[in-house]
Structure formats: C-alpha cells, structure tokens
C-alpha cells in the first residue's frame, strides 16, 4: 500500500506493540480497539489470506490519539474499527476525510465505533456519497468487567447431567441470525478463538447444545444464544461466566455489545459483573443508488 504524502501512515510492528501500550491508559474507551488489534495479531499468524493494518496521522505516528485498523481477507469485503482520544476528534476527521488510504467501497462496515466517533464516521461518509440513514447504524450498548473482577468470579453449578466445555467449528450451523456478510467471520471465530459451551449428555451419551458463546473478531463476547427450549434456567448465565473468566485469565478486556433493544441480554451482562460504560455502533458502508 503507496502512502507517501498521505496524512496516515502504517504502523510496523513494533509501533503496534507502543500503542497497545498507550491504549491502556484510556480504557474503557479504547477496549474495542485494544482488543480488535490484539485478536488481528493472534489470526495473522493463523490466517495465510489475512492481513490486517493499523494506520496512524503520520504526524503523530503511535501517540495513541487516532488509529483506523483495518482487516481483509477474512470476509468477502474489509471492515475496521476506529478510535481517538476525546481531544483529537477533529484530527479523526481530518484523517477519514483527507486519506488516500481507506478505499471506503471495498468496506462491509466498522465495528464497536464510539458514540463520539459515530457522527463523525457517519458526515465523513456522507460527503463521500455513502449512505447516511439509520439503516446503515446499529445502536448497541458497550458492556465491560475489569479483569480483575472476572477473576473473582465463581462459575455457577449445573444441574446434574450438564456439563461445561468448548465449541468449535462443527457446532457454526446451530448459531443464528448471522448475517451474510458476517459469516465467514464467524466462522473463523468459531474455529480460532476462545468459546464456552453448556452440554447435556445424554444416556447414550451423546452430547446436545443447550448454550454457547464465542469470543469475536474484535476481542469480546459475541454469540451468546441458548436453546429455545433450554431458555430461563440459568445456562446463559453459565456460559457468558465461563467465557468471561476465560478471557480475563489470558489478560483480555472482557467486554460485549448489546443491542440497544436487546433488555434480556443487557440484564444477563449485568448479572454477571458488567458494566455499561457507553455506546457503541457498527456503521454499515454501502453506496448511494
């Protein structure tokens, strides 16, 4: 990728390894992003076609004031995320709109975008001819728990003839409500990262799903879905517990998005130690008929 002269720059290595430090001093804010370039450096190693960038002002190349990371290869189309600190959101501006290196129509969407950035995200997109509606803005709420709350945490009992484990590829097909465009995400999800899953064993010993939950792309709590028939009876509280005490025993940021709608999955979060610490949205880039 040419960026001579652009007002980014792409980070080397070493420059990513000084921002994630940076980043540390503006959690909660920066958990998205954090954890997204954390979980791209895990896949790279892992996922040949995959290749992630973090691009920076080149002016102020690792400060941790801005950064714009983004991923192809894994989906059909690239997605990002964003982030700046409180007062350099003019110079996210300047850099979304003046950058020659984001090609905008080769985007599927950016995830977890901060309620301060959405707007800018979204005027950005706008004047470049993009959509610019709601259908094109998800609402969520940010949820987190510091590590070392997780940590103190106790898995809850289950009820004799359940037991706890992992999922993994071959369990993809019993996910809902994935859309198009996400699934070959959420596919590698599932075979590369950390899971839960609550089982029922039965007496010929074969093991049924009864509730999941998988760590995303971006680092967080993604997935969590309980069987119809196994709703109301604790198992989502299991495994969102488990998965959350997984994360943080590798020093993840445990965190997750609910939607803003979403009252039964925001008061489970909650149950389970999490805190609401803001909004976020995932911005979809489609183009102007």
């Excluded at 990728?1 to 503006?26: I, K, T």
């Excluded at 709420?141 to 945490?153: D, G, H, S, T, V």
């Excluded at 149950?271 to 995932?282: E, L, M, N, R, T």
Aim: charged share 20%; aromatic share 8%; glycine share 8%.
């Amino acid at each position: 990728m040419e960026d001579d002269g652009d007002v980014l720059a792409q980070l080397n290595s070493q420059n990513v390894n000084q921002l994630l430090r940076m980043l540390e001093n503006y959690l909660p804010q920066s958990i998205v992003i954090q954890n997204w370039i954390r979980k791209h450096q895990e896949w790279e190693s892992k996922v040949p076609e995959m290749e992630f960038k973090v691009l920076s002002p080149r002016a102020k190349v690792s400060s941790g004031c801005v950064a714009i990371c983004i991923c192809s290869g894994v989906a059909a189309k690239q997605y990002g995320v964003v982030f700046a600190t409180e007062e350099n959101s003019d110079l996210l501006k300047q850099c979304l709109s003046e950058t020659k290196l984001i090609h905008w129509e080769e985007f599927t969407h950016f995830t977890g975008v901060l309620e301060c950035h959405a707007t800018i995200m979204s005027a950005v997109l706008g004047s470049k001819g993009f959509k610019n509606t709601d259908a094109q803005i998800s609402q969520s709420f940010l949820l987190q728990i510091p590590i070392e709350r997780a940590l103190k945490q106790k898995p809850k009992m289950l009820p004799d003839g359940f037991v706890i484990g992992s999922v993994d590829l071959s369990h993809f097909p019993e996910a809902i409500n994935i859309w198009d465009g996400y699934r070959r995400t959420t596919m590698k999800m599932f075979e590369l990262n950390i899971s839960t899953g609550v089982f029922r064993v039965h007496e010929d010993g074969r093991k049924e799903l009864v509730a999941m939950s998988v760590q995303a792309e971006y680092g967080g709590v993604s997935i969590l879905q309980t069987a119809p028939h196994f709703q109301q009876q604790g198992f989502g509280t299991s495994v969102l517990t488990d998965i959350t005490s997984k994360m943080a025993k590798q020093g993840i940021h445990p965190h997750g998005h609910v939607l803003k709608d979403n009252f039964q999955s925001l008061g489970l979060f909650k149950k389970c130690g999490y805190d609401i610490v803001g909004k976020s949205f995932w911005i979809f880039i489609e183009k102007n008929d």
